[in-house]
Nanobody, 124 residues
């Protein structure tokens, strides 16, 4: 069982930055791949970025490449640094975990463990 806790959301103006954190509880194997998803009102949940702790590989949605960076803090914490924020990224951001990352990392059905979410609001 993996328990995920997100933090770092908030409200910022366009062009600003936020850093989200996701801390995982024990069971390191099940959280070897940690990812961020987001869901805006009326839209499907979509993958933002993923970090494969075994090897340090990173994965990004095309829409965030160059502006968002996913990284690992300690063994059980992953960060999502979000820069040059735009109003269209306003959403609830969720951390998710599973044992491995691959090319299908953005598929929500592949993730068993989810956090409660943290709201990100970007105003124009």
């Amino acid at each position: 069982q993996v328990h995920l806790v997100e933090s770092g959301g908030g409200s910022v103006q366009a062009g600003g930055s936020l850093r989200l954190s996701c801390a995982a509880s024990a069971d390191t194997y099940s959280s070897n791949c940690m990812a961020w998803f987001r869901q805006a009102p009326g839209k499907e949940r979509e993958g933002v970025a993923a970090f494969y702790i075994s090897g340090g590989s990173t994965y990004y949605a095309d829409s965030v490449k160059g502006r968002f960076t996913i990284s690992q803090g300690n063994e059980k914490t992953v960060y999502l640094q979000m820069n040059s924020l735009k109003p269209e990224v306003t959403a609830m951001y969720y951390c998710a975990a599973r044992p491995w990352c691959d090319g299908g990392w953005y598929d929500t059905t592949g993730f068993r463990y989810w956090g409660q979410g943290t709201q990100v609001t970007v105003s124009s």
